[in-house]
């Protein structure tokens, strides 16, 4: 099964190849942007020291591969949900991963 990511494209306004930043910054406060098993917030892939690096490379492999090997997605760095409500502090990043099924 091939990835569709039409949910995502209409809360962005944009295929996912061609979202511009302020699209992604549009998300900020909208309700509809909340977590789902199709987009997912990162306020940070953490640095500093080695424990808290290891621990965040970690935990980003985690939901990269949890994407790949599901339905694939949006990972947005740089924004994060607190409860219902996106929020951005500082630059935001996005990656998109597809993926397609066999079976």
Known sequence: MLYSPRRLEV???APLDLVTYDQIAAL????DAREAEDLD???AIPGG???KTE???HDTA????????HI????????????????????????????????
Do not use: P, Q, W
């Open 11 to 13: 809360l962005l306004g």
């Open 28 to 31: 900020v406060g909208n309700a």
């Open 41 to 43: 917030y990162k306020g």
């Open 49 to 51: 020291d080695k424990e």
């Open 55 to 57: 621990k965040g490379n």
């Open 62 to 69: 985690v939901d990269v591969a949890t994407f790949a090997n």
């Open 72 to 103: 694939g997605g949006l990972i947005v760095v740089g924004m994060a949900d607190v409860g219902d409500i996106v929020f951005a502090d500082g630059a935001v990043h996005a990656s998109a991963l597809t993926t397609s099924r066999c079976g």
